[in-house]
C-alpha cells in the first residue's frame, strides 16, 4: 500500500500500556485493556487547563511532613 508513514497506533498503544502498568502497580490488581480504556476516569487534574500560569497553585500539596501521599498497592483506587 502506498500510505504515509504512521507510528501513531504504536506510540499511543504504547502509552495506554504503561498507564495500564500504574493502574495495576497502584491497585495491586491484574488491569485488562478494555478495563482500562473503559473506566471511566480522567487523567486531567485541572478541569480549565487553557487557564494554567506558571503561578498556578500545583494540583498537589505536601502534608504537615512535607511529604507527599504516594499510592499503597490493593489500597488505591486507581481504577
Known sequence: QNLPYN???AGA???MIGI????????G???SWDEAVNHGK???IYENH????LDSAPPVLPNADGLY???IPGVSREV
Open 50 to 53: 487553557d487557564a494554567l500560569t
Open 20 to 27: 495500564m502498568g500504574r493502574m495495576a502497580t497502584y491497585s
Open 42 to 44: 480522567t487523567y486531567m
Open 69 to 71: 501521599d504516594a499510592p
Open 29 to 31: 490488581r491484574v488491569i
Open 7 to 9: 507510528e501513531g497506533w
Open 13 to 15: 498503544t504504547a502509552s
